[in-house]
T-cell receptor, first 113, second 116 residues
């Protein structure tokens, strides 16, 4: 399965746009890219998923270049409540393959006032 | 509301004791999972079950046991054989990715186990 690399931590201020990039050089043809958010002492929560190009929902945008070897999670105008750990996962999530998804250490985003 | 319920939220155990963590879901998901998270670390898969009466070991199954007698329930027992059981335990469920369904993992609020 594709291994991912993302920054250990990032700092930002309220109102700024935050972009977290994840590298996945050996992504496979049938792999999807999924991002989760985790607050302290809570379970992770699904944010967004994409396969190629750009995906946008009410929370974030996900940019995926044509070679799919990286992806960028974009959080518009962050607030203090966006302080959390963000995980990038790459893999097929059909059938029995969800168990193969690997949660690395993620990116700790700290938003300051 | 649909979701995953884990209990207890906090649990203390003496060394040498087995303890069972409960996980119940009303999302009608076939697949369920148990993860372990240590401070500052990612999640590691303990066991997973794709369907009732079937389950498979994950990456760190030693010292743990599970059962899947009902679709809604996937309890995890932390046995005395687990050398370092103090951790945050997370249960999740999912459905396969089909059509508009992302196949995402839905997590419970977690159970924090402390061994004294």
């Amino acid at each position: 399965l594709a291994k991912t690399t993302q920054p250990i931590s990032m700092d930002s201020y309220e109102g700024q746009e935050v972009n977290i990039t994840c590298s996945h050089n050996n992504i496979a043809t049938n792999d999807y890219i999924t991002w989760y958010q985790q607050f302290p002492s809570q379970g992770p929560r699904f944010i967004i998923q994409g396969y190629k190009t750009k995906v946008t929902n009410e929370v974030a945008s996900l940019f995926i270049p044509a070679d799919r070897k990286s992806s960028t999670l974009s959080l518009p105008r962050v607030s203090l409540s966006d302080t959390a750990v963000y995980y990038c996962l790459v893999g097929p999530n059909y059938g029995g393959a969800t168990n193969k998804l690997i949660f690395g250490t993620g990116t700790l985003l700290a938003v300051q006032p | 509301d649909g979701g995953i319920t884990q209990s207890p939220k906090y649990l203390f155990r003496k060394e040498g004791q087995n303890v069972t963590l409960s996980c119940e879901q009303n999302l009608n998901h076939d697949a369920m999972y148990w993860y372990r998270q240590d401070p500052g670390q990612g999640l590691r898969l303990i066991y997973y079950s794709q369907i009732v009466n079937d389950f498979q070991k994950g990456d760190i199954a030693e010292g743990y046991s599970v059962s899947r007698e009902k679709k809604e329930s996937f309890p995890l027992t932390v046995t005395s054989a687990q050398k370092n059981p103090t951790a945050f335990y997370l249960c999740a469920s999912s459905t396969p990715r089909t059509g508009d369904n992302t196949g995402e993992l839905f997590f419970g609020e977690g159970s924090r186990l402390t061994v004294l």
